[in-house]
């Protein structure tokens, strides 16, 4: 089984910034591509960020291009979301997901991903 567990979140002001982690121990991290999805009271939910299994590629919704940066390191098992000029409509439960590789080009925005951890609330106040 892969176990994928974020934490990070909390309250932070508008304009501040803030770093989410998500951890997938159990040695096959080196193999998963990650992403990033949140879900705010009453939306759909939205993809943020993915990066693939080497950190060679990733992908940004619109909304956050110029301002988040997933990135991840293969030593500590653990991908980041770096959060930026945080902004009021940032606020929502961020939740990480864990995909396996697969033979050919790599898809950010898989129909399913694999595992998904259980979210970490980010709340942005003035």
């Known amino acids: 089984q892969v176990h994928v567990v974020e934490s990070g979140g909390g309250l932070v002001q508008v304009g501040g910034s803030l770093r989410v982690s998500c951890a997938v121990p159990?040695?096959?991290?080196?193999?998963?591509?990650l992403g990033w999805f949140r879900q705010a009271p009453g939306t759909e939910h939205e993809f943020v960020a993915a990066i693939n299994w080497s950190g060679g590629s990733t992908e940004y919704a619109d909304s956050v291009k110029g301002r988040f940066t997933i990135s991840r390191d293969n030593a500590k098992n653990t991908v980041y979301l770096q959060m930026n000029s945080l902004k009021h409509e940032d606020t929502a439960v961020y939740y990480c997901?864990?995909?396996?590789?697969?033979?050919?080009?790599?898809?950010?925005?898989?129909?399913?991903?694999?595992?998904w951890g259980q979210g970490t609330q980010v709340t942005v106040s003035s």
């Open positions: 159990g040695g096959t991290f080196s193999k998963l591509h």
């Open positions: 997901a864990a995909d396996r590789w697969r033979p050919g080009d790599w898809d950010p925005r898989p129909l399913e991903y694999d595992y």
